[in-house]
Antibody
Framework: EVQLVESGGGLVQPGGSRRLSCVASGFSLSTHSMNWVRQAPGKGLEWVSYISSSSSTIYDADSVKGRFTISRDNAKNSLYLQMNSLRDEDTAVYYC????????????WGQGTTVTVSS | QSVLTQAPSASGTPGQRVTISCSGSSSNIGSNYVYWYQQLPGTAPKLLIYKNNQRPSGVPDRFSGSKSGTSASLAISGLRSEDEADYYCTAWDDSLSGRVFGGGTKLTVL
């Protein structure tokens, strides 16, 4: 079964750091570009970061630029999001999502992991 | 404030046809593909339409997408109670070098 499973969420203080992981199963991560998308409580979807299959191209939303870093380890079939200088407004469910090969359609999503930034 | 504009809510009765609109600009919808996602309560989003009007396998043909200029639409025909969900449009934005989402439309089946 094709699946993405996120982990690493939790409670973190403002200004703190957190690293999210996303492990793929049922397919090879190495052939797909990947994304992180978040959803604040009661709000809509917000795209966070994109990384190409070879890590050669990375895009970040302005809201996280300079604070969040997306990376991947294709040998471990894993995607990561290093989040630094966290703010209250970063509180959200964070989803990892796979792009269809040769496409920018996110066709497989994880179940999400919740990050709460609060003192 | 979302870059793409969607009405916050829509409604219809079973069997009816409903259309959800998404408005953007020349830097996003006007020059790139539009994608639609369905999010049922408490679940992850599901890809509904890609490349403006293509349906992934498994998505019923009751769902259709279209695009004209800087706007796009998702149409749902033969409305069913299980279609009650939030619907989001998204596109790449050349000016922002990133994906942008609409604010979402909550569809209620009366």
């Amino acid at each position: 079964e094709v699946q993405l499973v996120e982990s690493g969420g939790g409670l973190v203080q403002p200004g703190g750091s957190r690293r999210l992981s996303c492990v793929a199963s049922g397919f090879s991560l190495s052939t797909h570009s990947m994304n992180w998308v978040r959803q604040a409580p009661g709000k809509g979807l917000e795209w966070v970061s994109y990384i190409s299959s070879s890590s050669s191209t990375i895009y970040d939303a302005d809201s996280v630029k300079g604070r969040f870093t997306i990376s991947r380890d294709n040998a471990k079939n894993s995607l990561y999001l290093q989040m630094n200088s966290l703010r209250d407004e970063d509180t959200a469910v964070y989803y990892c999502a796979r792009d269809i090969v040769g496409n920018t359609a996110m066709d497989v999503w994880g179940q999400g992991t919740t990050v709460t930034v609060s003192s | 404030q979302s870059v793409l504009t969607q009405a916050p809510s829509a409604s219809g009765t079973p069997g009816q046809r409903v259309t959800i609109s998404c408005s953007g600009s020349s830097s996003n919808i006007g020059s790139n593909y539009v994608y639609w996602y369905q999010q049922l309560p408490g679940t992850a989003p599901k890809l509904l339409i890609y490349k403006n009007n293509q349906r992934p396998s498994g998505v019923p043909d009751r769902f259709s997408g279209s695009k004209s200029g800087t706007s796009a639409s998702l149409a749902i025909s033969g409305l069913r109670s299980e279609d009650e969900a939030d619907y989001y449009c998204t596109a790449w934005d050349d000016s922002l070098s990133g994906r942008v989402f609409g604010g979402g439309t909550k569809l209620t089946v009366l």
